[in-house]
């Protein structure tokens, strides 16, 4: 697994899924790894713009329920592929199973948050280099900007230092599959009285 690469990925295709509809590539041509990391990133791109429309108080009531609804379809797959990039890089590295110290967060949750900063940083970018803000709003997103972009740094720095270290065998992860209980009938009390 190539950080750099998938870092590349996630910001190559916030630039085009604003310009074009969002849209997964033909996964036939992609590797197996970087296609579920775009996947996860798609997730994460319609999570952050729905987001946007929750927060519109003008849009009346339905629109915002919708938008939860939405939201809490997507978050639900974004999740999904979060494990399954951990499931993947557990059937690439093997780590240990004890022996070592276990780092606090998986690779996919790492992928996870550094998809979530290209899209921060791709926004704050554009609010920094917007022609209609004022000369400090501009300023303090230009600021900000680059805060992300040490953030990005630092996360690709530490997760390349984890799969180094895995490989090497002297730190692990584990993965906890999540029980998102909020979208089973099962598990929601309020969901299980509805049906």
Request: hydrophobic content about 35%; charged content about 30%; some cysteine.
């Amino acid at each position: 697994m190539n950080v750099a690469e998938t870092i590349a990925l996630q910001q190559e295709r916030t630039v085009r899924w604003h310009v074009q509809p969002p849209a997964i590539e033909d996964s036939e041509t992609m590797p197996e790894f970087l296609a579920l990391v775009e996947k996860n990133h798609l997730e994460n791109f319609n999570l952050w713009h729905e987001e946007d429309i929750a927060r519109c108080d003008d849009l009346g009531a339905e629109r915002v329920r919708q938008a939860k609804r939405t939201i809490d379809k997507h978050n639900q797959q974004r999740n999904d592929y979060i494990e399954s990039i951990d499931q993947y890089m557990v059937e690439m590295l093997e780590p240990a199973e004890q022996g070592c110290p276990l780092n606090s967060e998986t690779p996919g949750m790492m992928i996870d948050r550094l998809s979530i900063l290209a899209l921060k940083e791709y926004h704050m970018r554009e609010e920094a280099e917007r022609k209609d803000a004022s000369d400090s709003h501009r300023g303090s997103c230009l600021a900000k900007h680059q805060v992300v972009q040490r953030q990005i740094d630092d996360l690709s720095a530490a997760l390349s230092a984890l799969l180094e270290e895995v490989q090497a065998g002297t730190r692990s992860f584990r993965v906890y599959f999540q029980f998102k209980m909020y979208n089973d009938s099962q598990l929601n009390p309020q969901l299980r009285r509805a049906a």
